[in-house]
């Protein structure tokens, strides 16, 4: 089963096109030719009805990529479907070269590599994962990068599921998108309700309204063509115009425009998740020391160091006229300054447990990264700053704690817990905090 299948069955949706046909991708061939059951006068099945001609078109577009038969010219084809295709035989060809070099290099002795500092600790960085896509670790750029070949890859087999979660993936605006979502879905509620009146078959595409609701998203393209829409140039008033045309023998299959209409709705974009890139450190006395990149920024480090010499300025001038709309406006340039935050959480034995957290999420994910990391999950505990404070308002962002860029936080378990364990076993619970996995990965803090 396909990645993007098992995406979709975690939705609760069954989606299935095999009665009914897969429309037409991007890359096959347009040729009337049915996969399922035998033809007339083989043998076979003899109760089976004939196929649809939707079913026909489905037989042949997996004919087409079995065979991979030579496409004639007029043929529709989708730049970045044929990209991630030279893609994938560029990357085939590499995997190939490097199977060949690993088995040479096992016949000679080991290369020596030399370093020109310890590649450990280098300065933090930040990093995503996506597990249905990948399971390598990237920064986000790349692992975007990642996730849009991996749809793209994917419109052969699943051009309906791959080209929906394109049009959720690849487009910024959600605001714009719910537009462009409605208006897929209004092109195909007409059609299934009336499904041989031929105007709502075509669809011009240098209309202002298809052009500034849809055909300006990315991913919308496949969508449409993937529900069997074919490209056509038409008389249009004193002219021709090009339309996208759906053909009558299409529009009749409304069970499958309308599974088409439920995956469009259903679909939600595949988003990068953050890496907590955890890490373990021995104790150290430099763990408040932190070498972050920009990434945790949303502006240089210079900028920062112009803003708050002219803050400082600025202060001394007002001395304690400040108003309220001036300290508010202060606060909100502080909470959109950063991106993510480095947290070091210090155990009682002065383990150090490291992790990256977006700056604008809440403490509870960082009571729950903990949980995540230590053997007794269930008991309470409390975190606080290196000044004392404890930090119990677990639904406040970080940034709103004051704990972006980075910060160092003490863990200690509750007392009162600790106080009824000490008297029901005559000692308090020691040993190892954190997991045998997580300690094995302990290292030394460089300074």
Not at 7 to 31: I, S
Not at 215 to 226: M, S
Not at 361 to 382: A, D
Not at 383 to 406: D, F, M, N, R, Y
């Amino acid at each position: 089963m396909s990645a993007i299948k098992r995406f979709f069955q975690k939705k609760k949706l069954d989606v299935k096109f095999k009665k009914a046909g897969a429309g037409h991708t991007l890359t096959e061939e347009r040729r009337v030719q049915s996969s399922h059951g035998p033809r007339p006068g083989t043998s076979g099945h003899a109760h089976k009805p004939a196929p649809t001609g939707a079913s026909k078109t489905a037989g042949e577009a997996a004919l087409a990529r079995m065979t991979q038969q030579q496409r004639p010219a007029s043929v529709q084809t989708s730049s970045r479907a044929i990209k991630a295709q030279v893609r994938r035989e560029l990357e085939s060809e590499k995997s190939a070269q490097d199977k060949a070099a690993a088995a040479k290099a096992a016949t000679q002795g080991p290369n020596e590599v030399y370093h020109e500092s310890a590649p450990v600790l280098s300065k933090t960085g930040v990093f995503y994962k996506c597990p249905m896509v990948t399971q390598h670790i990237l920064p986000k750029q790349d692992m975007e990068g990642c996730i849009e070949e991996f749809l793209l890859t994917q419109l052969a087999e699943e051009p309906e599921m791959a080209s929906a979660l394109m049009i959720l993936t690849f487009n910024k605006h959600p605001e714009k998108v719910k537009v462009c979502i409605e208006t897929l879905c209004k092109y195909l509620d007409n059609i299934i309700s009336n499904p041989e009146e031929e105007k709502f078959r075509k669809i011009r595409i240098s209309n202002k309204a298809f052009q500034e609701r849809v055909a300006c998203f990315k991913g919308t393209e496949e969508f449409i063509q993937a529900a069997g829409f074919e490209q056509k140039i038409l008389p249009f008033q004193d002219g021709e115009q090009e339309f996208y045309v759906l053909s009558e023998e299409h529009a009749q299959d409304t069970e499958r425009l309308s599974t088409l209409k439920e995956i469009l709705i259903a679909s939600e974009p595949i988003k990068p998740e953050l890496d907590r890139g955890i890490k373990v450190f021995h104790p150290s006395v430099g763990a408040s020391k932190f070498d972050l990149s920009e990434e945790f920024y949303n502006i240089t480090n210079e900028e920062i160091k112009r803003e708050q010499q002219a803050r400082a300025e600025t202060t001394e001038k007002l001395g304690m006229l400040r108003t309220k709309a001036m300290r508010e406006r202060d606060e909100q340039r502080e909470l959109r300054r950063y991106r993510y935050t480095l947290l070091r959480i210090r155990f009682p034995d002065g383990v150090i447990l490291q992790g990256t957290f977006r700056a604008h999420e809440k403490l509870s994910s960082v009571f729950k990264f903990i949980r995540e990391n230590i053997v007794n999950e269930w008991m309470p505990f409390v975190l606080s700053t290196g000044t004392g404070q404890k930090l119990t308002e677990e639904e406040c962002s970080l940034v709103e704690l004051g704990l972006a860029p980075a910060a160092v936080l003490n863990f200690a378990w509750d007392q009162t817990i600790m106080a009824e364990i000490t008297a029901q076993q005559g000692s308090s619970q020691r040993g190892e905090v954190l997991k045998p996995e997580i300690v094995n990965q302990i290292q030394s803090l460089s300074l």
